[in-house]
């Protein structure tokens, strides 16, 4: 896989808590994570299609389920270069914050509670990328790709419609 496009494929986890153990120069924890954020981005777009009650969160969520599956792609043909074993699924926390969006299921609250978990989640993650950027181990993961993701800090724009 290109250089440039490797960054790219590590912009969109919403649920960066899995970077919490993975080392910012270390590259396999890091693959595997990104790999778990995938996954949950995936089932929790899978599941605003089921539970959102507004054309917005659908729509988001479908969104999220073709690029996620897309960037996931790239990430698991990097990890078999690199020989990192990937996990089957999310992590547990990833697990358990979908849990309590879909307790709302069916309700504007979930809609909210959802759009505002993506949000919050994808800032987060674009920090951590930065710091992998920074301190990367390798050359994929120090170089921003041109027109790459935004960075870290950066907030996305509000949904209409809620």
């Known amino acids: 896989m290109a250089a440039a496009t490797m960054p790219a494929a590590l912009a969109g986890i919403s649920a960066p ?32 299609g089921k539970n959102a009650t507004t054309a917005c969160a659908k729509t988001v969520g479908a969104t999220l389920v073709r690029d996620h599956r897309k960037l996931d792609a790239d990430v698991k043909a990097l990890a078999g270069k690199l020989h990192v074993t990937l996990t089957a699924g999310p992590s547990p926390a990833q697990e358990q914050a979908l849990a ?10 979930y809609d909210v509670a959802w759009l505002n978990t993506e949000a919050t989640g994808h800032v987060e993650t ?36 809620l």
């Open 17 to 48: 808590s899995a970077f919490a153990v993975a080392a910012a120069t270390d590259d396999a924890p890091f693959l595997k994570a990104i790999h778990q954020g995938n996954l949950a981005e995936i089932a929790a777009g899978q599941d605003a």
């Open 100 to 109: 309590a969006v879909r307790a709302k299921a069916g309700t504007s609250a």
């Open 126 to 161: 674009l920090a951590l990328i930065d710091q992998k950027w920074e301190r990367g181990a390798t050359p994929w993961s120090r170089r921003p790709p041109p027109g790459g993701p935004p960075r870290g800090g950066e907030t996305p724009g509000t949904a209409p419609g």
